[in-house]
């Protein structure tokens, strides 16, 4: 699917059923499901980033039956694409990446996703829990093969409508197609473990790595109809390193 970002909204060229679908005015759009992750503690590339990628998903459409990608839509996160090198999870240790920070964009729009009853195709955990979200609820990306993908399951076009204000990141799906009631996404933890103290020696004290905790946990999405699993996740405990 390819977009492009016009004076009046967004126009996505879809498929052969629906030709050229564009934002209008012509009835009024509603939320749909809506989904908020604080941005503090985050460093100020990790905001840079989340905040480019926050652009480039706002005013999106997405056509009845059509998928959406996000590495479509916001990668790649490149230098001459304005985006900066930031923390990211690598192997249980925090390093400099470009685009660090954009996953909790995609988290918040995966969450915002599950509460518009969106057909999911691709979803990826992270290694270990991230901080600004539920262990759970998570959507990792990592251009250009690890994407979140999902299908609009609504009659009619869905628009997604994302900022940034202060500590707040806000993704709402909206659409004309309001029917029914939104979903509850529920959680069973089946296993959690918590991280060691380990001490090793060096010429100064220092953290060298927090620690995380360790989970086990299925996500549900609950309706009229039944109960949905979404995802079975494990992540592995990281272990708290001091020096000394």
Same mark, same amino acid.
């Given at each position: 699917?390819?977009?492009?970002? +016009?004076?009046?909204?967004?126009?996505?060229?879809?498929?052969?059923?629906?030709? +050229?679908?564009?934002?209008?005015?012509?009835?009024?759009?509603?939320?749909?499901?809506?989904?908020?992750?604080?941005?503090?503690?985050?460093?100020?590339?990790?905001?840079?980033? @989340? +905040?480019?990628?926050?652009?480039?998903?706002?005013?999106?459409?997405?056509?009845?039956?059509?998928?959406?990608?996000?590495?479509?839509? @916001?990668?790649?996160?490149?230098?001459?694409?304005? !985006?900066?090198?930031?923390?990211?999870? !690598?192997?249980?240790?925090?390093?400099?990446?470009?685009?660090?920070?954009?996953?909790?964009?995609?988290?918040?729009? =995966?969450?915002? @996703?599950?509460?518009?009853?969106?057909?999911?195709?691709?979803?990826?955990?992270?290694?270990?829990?991230?901080? =600004?979200?539920?262990?759970?609820?998570?959507?990792?990306?990592?251009?250009?093969?690890?994407?979140?993908?999902?299908?609009?399951?609504?009659?009619?076009?869905?628009?997604?409508?994302? @900022?940034?204000?202060?500590?707040?990141?806000?993704?709402?799906?909206?659409?004309?197609?309001?029917?029914?009631?939104?979903?509850?996404?529920?959680?069973?933890?089946?296993?959690?473990?918590?991280?060691?103290?380990?001490?090793?020696?060096?010429?100064?004290?220092?953290?060298?790595?927090?620690?995380? !905790?360790?989970?086990?946990?299925?996500?549900?999405?609950?309706?009229?109809?039944?109960?949905?699993? +979404?995802?079975?996740?494990?992540?592995?405990?990281?272990?708290?390193?001091?020096?000394?």
């Amino acid at each position: 699917m390819r977009l492009w970002s +016009l004076g009046l909204g967004c126009v996505a060229v879809m498929g052969l059923g629906w030709g +050229l679908v564009a934002a209008t005015k012509q009835s009024p759009e509603t939320v749909i499901g809506e989904y908020v992750t604080s941005l503090q503690g985050r460093t100020a590339n990790q905001r840079h980033n @989340a +905040l480019l990628a926050v652009k480039r998903l706002d005013g999106i459409v997405i056509g009845p039956g059509e998928t959406f990608s996000f590495n479509e839509v @916001a990668g790649p996160w490149s230098r001459d694409r304005g !985006f900066r090198r930031a923390p990211v999870s !690598f192997g249980g240790n925090l390093v400099d990446q470009w685009g660090g920070g954009v996953c909790q964009a995609s988290s918040t729009l =995966y969450n915002a @996703a599950m509460l518009s009853s969106m057909g999911f195709v691709e979803r990826h955990p992270h290694h270990h829990a991230p901080d =600004y979200i539920a262990p759970g609820r998570d959507a990792a990306v990592a251009f250009p093969n690890i994407d979140l993908k999902f299908t609009n399951t609504r009659r009619a076009p869905v628009t997604i409508s994302a @900022a940034i204000s202060g500590n707040t990141l806000r993704i709402a799906i909206l659409s004309r197609d309001a029917r029914g009631d939104q979903p509850r996404i529920v959680q069973r933890v089946l296993n959690q473990r918590q991280p060691l103290t380990i001490t090793v020696a060096g010429d100064s004290q220092r953290l060298r790595n927090p620690g995380k !905790f360790g989970h086990e946990v299925e996500t549900f999405r609950v309706t009229r109809e039944g109960k949905e699993l +979404l995802s079975r996740d494990s992540y592995p405990v990281m272990h708290r390193v001091e020096q000394r």
